[in-house]
T-cell receptor
Framework: EDKVVQSPLSLVVHEGDTVTLNCSYE??????LLWYKQEKKAPTFLFML????IEKKSGRLSSILDKKELSSILNITATQTGDSAIYLC?????????FGKGTRLHILP | DTGVSQNPRHKITKRGQNVTFRCDPI?????LYWYRQTLGQGPEFLTY????????KSRLLSDRFSAERPKGSFSTLEIQRTEQGDSAMYLC??????????FGDGTRLSIL
């Protein structure tokens, strides 16, 4: 059965810290790995990764995929209180996507 | 607003009643997805349409659930004879092909 596992499930850090969120997957017919940020409502798209070893970066956020290890990490540097959210790792296969349970990140001021 | 739109935002109903939710996707998107999300969990896939064809249904979608996308544009999700366990956020997303999905703000269903 396809699965996407995220760790940690919950993380509390102080503003300014750097965090690394992990995602591992076992999915047949892997097509892509995506990261979403979910605050109070709809998940919002962050990154889509299809190639191993190529880092994608947006401001203080970056992510990389390792197809050999079947995993990805999402890094957030110099965290801010606005980064508090659930970060969802999603793996796309064929016509559907499979969500991990998410990492709940809380940034203390 | 050209994003994914869901209505209503919140639905409160008594157990045993039927409810229907609507999703209007981004207009050029040919794929439409329904998910259910409970507190503390990631969204769980329910069903997906490509244009008007319903191509996959999760085993989570019991026979009390039905979804339609009659003209390949908006979609409805109906739950008949609601149960307490149906209380959740129901999310709709759309995409063009395998591009990243864009999510609506969801319909929160509360069963009394």
């Amino acid at each position: 059965e396809d699965k996407v596992v995220q760790s940690p499930l919950s993380l509390v850090v102080h503003e300014g810290d750097t965090v690394t969120l992990n995602c591992s997957y076992e999915v047949t017919n892997f097509r892509s790995l995506l990261w979403y940020k979910q605050e109070k409502k709809a998940p919002t798209f962050l990154f889509m990764l299809t190639s191993s070893g190529i880092e994608k970066k947006s401001g203080r956020l970056s992510s990389i995929l390792d197809k050999k290890e079947l995993s990805s990490i999402l890094n957030i540097t110099a965290t801010q209180t606005g980064d508090s959210a659930i970060y969802l790792c999603v793996v796309g296969r064929d016509d559907k996507i499979i969500f991990g349970k998410g990492t709940r990140l809380h940034i203390l001021p | 607003d050209t994003g994914v739109s869901q209505n209503p935002r919140h639905k409160i109903t008594k157990r045993g009643q039927n409810v229907t939710f609507r999703c209007d996707p981004i207009s050029e998107h040919n794929r439409l997805y329904w998910y259910r999300q409970t507190l503390g969990q990631g969204p769980e896939f329910l069903t997906y349409f490509q244009n008007e064809a319903q191509l996959e249904k999760s085993r989570l979608l019991s026979d009390r659930f039905s979804a339609e996308r009659p003209k390949g544009s908006f979609s409805t999700l109906e739950i008949q004879r609601t149960e307490q366990g149906d209380s959740a956020m129901y999310l709709c997303a759309s995409s063009f092909g395998n591009q990243p999905q864009h999510f609506g703000d969801g319909t929160r269903l509360s069963i009394l």
